[in-house]
Structures are given as C-alpha cells and as structure tokens.
C-alpha cells in the first residue's frame, strides 16, 4: 500500500513542528508542508530547511501577501468590518486564505487529509475547518492539538528535543504571536489579566505614543470605489500601501489595542493588538463614506458592516450569506472615490481633509451664514408632522405619564 499523504498548514513554530515529526510517526505517512506568505516576515526565514529537517517530505511556501491585500483585506475594508466595533481582523481574515491554499495544494496532491496546528478553545480551528469542508468537503481534517499526549509547551520541547527537531532557541518570549500584513494578534503571559495593562514589551511593532516623535507625519490616501489606490499621491500595489502605512504608524504610535473579545466558542478572552496600517485605512474610509454616502445607506450599511465583520470572525468567509453581502458592499462603494488626508500624532489620528468629486456635502445647505439656501420655513411643516406620534401620544395619556 502505498504511503498515505498528509498536508500540514505550517509556521515552523513549536507546534506545527512538533506535529510533522508527530504526523509521520503517528501515521507512517508522507508529511507535506504548506505556509502562505501573509508578510509574517522573520517567521518564514529558513522554513524550507527546518521543514526537511524536521521530517517533511515535500515543502510548499507561497507568496500570497497581494492576493491577500487585494482579494481578501480590501473587501473587509470595503465593507468596514470590525469585529465588536474595533479589532480589524487580520488573523480572522487570513485564515481562509490559508485554508484555501492548503485545500488547493490537497486536492492537487491527492493527499489523504489534511492537518492545522489550531487548539481546540480558539477560532483559528474554526476558520479554517469550515474553509476546507467549504473548498474540499471530502477531505478528512484532522487537528493533533486537540488530542494529543502533550500538556504543554516544556512537554513538546521535550519531544522536539529527542526527536532532533530544529526550534528556534529565540528568547523566550511569554507570548503567542500570530502576524501578516493587517495586523499582529498578541496573546497569553501576563496579558491573560485583564487588570494589568500590556508590558511593553508586548507590542512587537508600535512606537509608545508617549516616546513617538514630537512632529507629526501626514498622510494622504486616494480611494477608488472603496480600495485605496495611491499613498501621499503615489500609486503603489496593495502590498507596498499596507507596509509603508504599516511602518509610519508604527513610529507614530498608531494602531495599539486591547480588547476583551467573545470568541466563537463562547469564552471571553483578552487579546492585544497592533494594526497601524488597518486603523488608518477604515478611518480613512469611513470617513469619506460619510461625506459621500446618502443618509439611508450610510446607515443601512453600518448594519451590514457589523454583520459581515460577525461573518468573518465565524469563519464563514466561504459561505452564502458573505458573498450576497458583499454585493450590497460593492453596491456602495460605486462611489468611494477621492482624497483623505490625516495627521499621525503620538497615537492620534487627526482628520485634515476630505473630499470628492462625488461629495454630498453642500456648503450652501450646511453654512450659517448669509450665504445659506436653506429653506427654513419648511422645517415647520416637517416638524408638525415629524413629531405627531408623540404629541398625539403625550395628549392622549397626559404628558406626566409619558415622561415617566
Ligand atoms: N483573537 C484573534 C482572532 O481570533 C486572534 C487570534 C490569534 N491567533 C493565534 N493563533 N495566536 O482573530
């Protein structure tokens, strides 16, 4: 019988390494080992060789950081998706991708399942369990975190360490990690309490707003339809946009959050974040969808932006509901076309400017000087109207009653 072949999603960390040399034992089988380039930077330094080392048979790394920027981030920018009103997703974000790569490279290679490095209380199993049943319903999953013999990090490192398995001795750092181009997620160590604010040493990219410089940077952004198209004038890919933003930010101190979050499986956990790039962008898009957006849709799409950002958090980025409401995102951002400048200072981001060939603002209607073309008289009539139901109703119980 021939040898059975599974696809590892792999980061060449403790786990996924571990797991390889686990895998292949466990199951006599060809380990072949796959990693997307998000921009995880240092991560992907030697993989190829750690990889052989620890076992694999083949090796895949793919560099999908324009595919991901541009097929995948700037349609949650689009539809300015933020989960619970703040976090810009990056890694809920990237795991479809990845997961898509890993079915693609599985079905091609005619492996026999595939393997994730998730653990069993996150959210990172669920995006990329219901990415591969979505994109390769006969595949068989397989998640060796959830069952296997080790109890923690020493035990694995233990295992590594017999096994001959290259793990990188960097400092130890207390913290997991998970990094692409939209953001860092920063978890565990000290931050698991909630009462004490991150140690600095926690925020791997971000200048303290406190040491930033003293001269703020200014930055301009181009949109078209709702994709950012130019940076202070300049057109660039996707790719270089989000890392030259990326780097400003990061000096001025830009991005850093701390949420407590509910995850899909229903624990509440505390997670530290730091997206310059991300939080630049939404507000810039935002901000000029409030200048060129009626009042009904910018409201309609508040809604929908919620919903999808719920969507992308669950893990159901391959699904039904996601693409329809993408296509009412699309609808609004027919648009979305024109300039937005900020002021980067310390950890602020301070609006200089907007506008828009498509702007409906009207500075006749808004100014309150001599100029203004606004027909004041109409307003009694619409408030007459406007607020009958509750003069109506103040009249019938007696206003007392009403108020209180
Ligand atoms: N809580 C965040 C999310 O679910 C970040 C997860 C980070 N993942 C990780 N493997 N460290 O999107």
Request: hydrophobic share 40%; net charge negative; glycine share 8%.
């Amino acid at each position: 019988m021939p040898k059975q072949k599974i696809v590892v999603a792999y980061s060449g960390g403790l786990d996924t390494s571990v797991m390889v040399k686990w895998l292949s034992e466990k199951y006599d089988a060809d380990i072949i080992t796959v990693t997307g380039d998000l921009g995880q930077k240092a991560e992907l330094e030697g993989l190829r060789e750690k990889a052989m080392q620890t076992g694999a048979a083949k090796f895949y790394q793919v560099d999908l950081r324009e595919e991901f920027i541009t097929e995948y981030v700037w349609k949650a920018l689009k539809a300015g998706a933020l989960y619970e009103g703040t976090y810009p997703m990056a890694t809920a974000i990237g795991r479809p991708l990845l997961a898509k790569l890993v079915a693609d490279i599985a079905l091609a290679e005619g492996a026999d399942m595939v393997a994730h490095g998730c653990t069993g209380k996150g959210n990172d199993q669920v995006r990329f369990e219901v990415g591969i049943q979505t994109l390769a319903p006969h595949m068989k999953i397989i998640a060796p975190l959830r069952t296997w013999e080790f109890k923690s990090r020493e035990e694995e490192m233990e295992y590594a360490f017999e096994h001959k398995i290259p793990v990188k001795a960097k400092k130890d750092s207390p913290y997991s990690i998970d990094e692409n181009l939209w953001g860092i997620a920063i978890e565990c160590g000290i931050l698991e309490d909630p009462t004490m604010s991150p140690p600095e040493d926690a925020y791997q990219i971000t200048t303290n707003p406190k040491d930033a410089p003293d001269e703020s940077a200014f930055v301009s952004i181009t949109f078209e339809k709702g994709i950012p198209v130019k940076l202070n004038g300049v057109s660039m890919t996707g790719t270089e946009l989000v890392s030259e933003l990326n780097n400003t930010g990061a000096a001025h101190g830009i991005g850093r959050l701390d949420n407590i979050e509910n995850r899909v499986v229903g624990i509440k956990s505390r997670e530290v974040y730091e997206a310059p790039a991300a939080t630049i962008l939404h507000k810039a898009h935002t901000e000029l969808e409030k200048l060129i957006l009626d009042k009904d849709t910018f409201r309609a799409k508040q809604d929908i932006s919620n919903k999808v950002a719920n969507l992308i958090y669950d893990g159901l980025w391959f699904s039904p509901l996601f693409k329809s409401l993408m296509a009412f995102v699309d609808a609004t951002q027919e648009n979305i076309t024109g300039e937005v400048i900020l002021e980067l200072y310390k950890g602020n981001l301070i609006i200089q400017s907007r506008e828009s060939a498509y702007s409906l603002y009207s500075k006749e209607l808004a100014t309150y000087t001599i100029e203004d073309s606004f027909d004041h008289s109409a307003s009694e009539g619409f408030l007459k109207i406007y607020g009958l139901p509750y003069k109506t109703m103040s009249i019938i119980a007696g206003r007392k009653e009403v108020l209180v």
